[in-house]
């Protein structure tokens, strides 16, 4: 009986990812094992100017693709496919060179390089930095326009949960002792 259970809750799991990935391969929003990478790692590689404080808008999507409350029709997920891919092509073609750039300006700047020298590869990090910040505030943008006013409301309720539970985790890890990193948990210096 439980095996017959199992089979049939695979087979449901591979029916419903096939129906959401298009002919053209397009991606679903299941986690992948790339996407559960340490959050320090990820910070460490981000190509955006703006390193915190702006939503992945995406990423909470495919999070919350299945979510009742959230109800996304298939018509939503098919848009939000398109705007994932179209938003994650640019960051793909970015990311390597800003990532190239900073390892070049830390190794020149370990090394004693003039600063002067490094300006154009400053420059150019910086335009692809805004670039990157550019295309993330576009999709975020596109990415609440496919949503109706319910399901943005929604969203902005599970942040101000998710906020307030962080809070008091932080002050409980306080009132025990444990110290945050300045300015991570807002508690202090």
Same mark, same amino acid.
């Given at each position: 009986?439980?095996?017959?259970?199992?089979?049939?809750?695979?087979?449901?799991?591979?029916?419903?990812?096939?129906?959401?990935?298009?002919?053209?391969?397009?991606?679903?929003?299941p986690?992948?094992k790339?996407?559960?990478?340490?959050?320090?790692?990820?910070?460490?590689?981000? %190509?955006?100017?703006? =390193?915190?404080?702006?939503?992945?808008?995406?990423?909470? +999507?495919?999070? $919350?693709?299945?979510d *009742? /409350?959230?109800?996304?029709?298939?018509?939503?997920?098919?848009?939000l496919?398109?705007?994932?891919?179209?938003?994650?092509?640019?960051?793909?073609?970015?990311?390597?060179?800003?990532m190239?750039?900073?390892?070049?300006?830390?190794?020149?700047?370990?090394?004693?390089?003039?600063?002067?020298?490094?300006? %154009?590869?400053?420059? =150019?990090?910086?335009?692809?930095?805004?670039?990157?910040? +550019?295309?993330? $505030?576009t999709?975020? *943008? /596109?990415?609440?326009?496919?949503?109706?006013?319910?399901?943005?409301?929604?969203?902005?309720?599970?942040?101000?949960?998710?906020?307030?539970?962080?809070?008091?985790?932080?002050?409980?890890?306080?009132?025990?002792?444990?110290?945050?990193?300045?300015?991570?948990?807002?508690?202090?210096?």
């Amino acid at each position: 009986m439980k095996r017959l259970a199992i089979t049939s809750l695979t087979a449901i799991a591979l029916l419903s990812a096939t129906l959401y990935a298009s002919e053209e391969s397009t991606p679903t929003m299941p986690m992948t094992k790339k996407s559960q990478q340490s959050k320090k790692a990820k910070k460490k590689q981000s %190509p955006f100017l703006i =390193k915190h404080g702006l939503p992945h808008m995406t990423k909470l +999507m495919k999070k $919350l693709w299945d979510d *009742e /409350k959230l109800a996304l029709t298939p018509e939503q997920k098919e848009k939000l496919l398109v705007i994932r891919k179209e938003t994650m092509d640019v960051i793909k073609q970015i990311k390597p060179e800003v990532m190239q750039l900073k390892k070049e300006i830390v190794q020149a700047g370990r090394k004693g390089d003039n600063a002067a020298a490094l300006q %154009p590869k400053v420059e =150019k990090l910086a335009q692809l930095e805004a670039r990157a910040t +550019m295309v993330h $505030l576009t999709c975020i *943008e /596109k990415t609440k326009a496919v949503l109706t006013p319910a399901q943005k409301a929604y969203l902005k309720e599970l942040h101000k949960t998710k906020k307030a539970a962080h809070m008091k985790k932080m002050q409980e890890k306080q009132a025990q002792g444990m110290k945050c990193a300045t300015g991570k948990c807002g508690m202090g210096k």
